[in-house]
């Protein structure tokens, strides 16, 4: 049984920063493609950044530059670093692994995915 707990979803101001965490029990996330999504109060869910277990990365056009990806392979955790968070930026962000695709050939589709958390909500207000 694999199962996926994210953490670290709050409510901050705009220009703060979070650190979402993903725990992954019952699956080796290193060895496979994974990734961050989020979904907006009512907007479809999308790919925000991925990772492969060479290490690459890729990320969504909107994120470049304020979104890290990350792994620790000792604790079986994903991390996404988000800096510079914008109201716009308030979603419900999933983690995701098992990703059976390069990169380059949707690492960014959930359809890759096939084991997913519960989601943790990201608030940014003034």
């Known amino acids: 049984q694999v199962q996926l707990v994210e953490s670290g979803g709050d409510s901050v101001q705009p220009g703060g920063s979070l650190r979402l965490s993903c725990a992954v029990v019952g699956y080796t996330p290193s060895r496979s493609t994974m990734a961050w999504f989020r979904q907006p109060p009512g907007k479809s869910r999308e790919g925000g950044a991925a990772?492969?277990?060479?290490?690459?990365?890729l990320y969504a056009d909107s994120v470049k530059g304020s979104v890290t990806i990350s792994q620790d392979n000792a604790k079986n955790t994903l991390y996404l670093q988000m800096n510079s968070l914008k109201p716009e930026d308030s979603a419900m962000y999933y983690c995701?692994?098992?990703?059976?695709?390069?990169?380059?050939?949707?690492?960014?589709?959930?359809?890759?995915?096939?084991?997913w958390g519960q989601g943790t909500q990201v608030i940014v207000s003034s």
């Open positions: 995701a692994t098992g990703g059976r695709c390069h990169l380059s050939l949707g690492g960014l589709d959930s359809g890759c995915y096939d084991y």
């Open positions: 990772k492969d277990s060479g290490g690459s990365t």
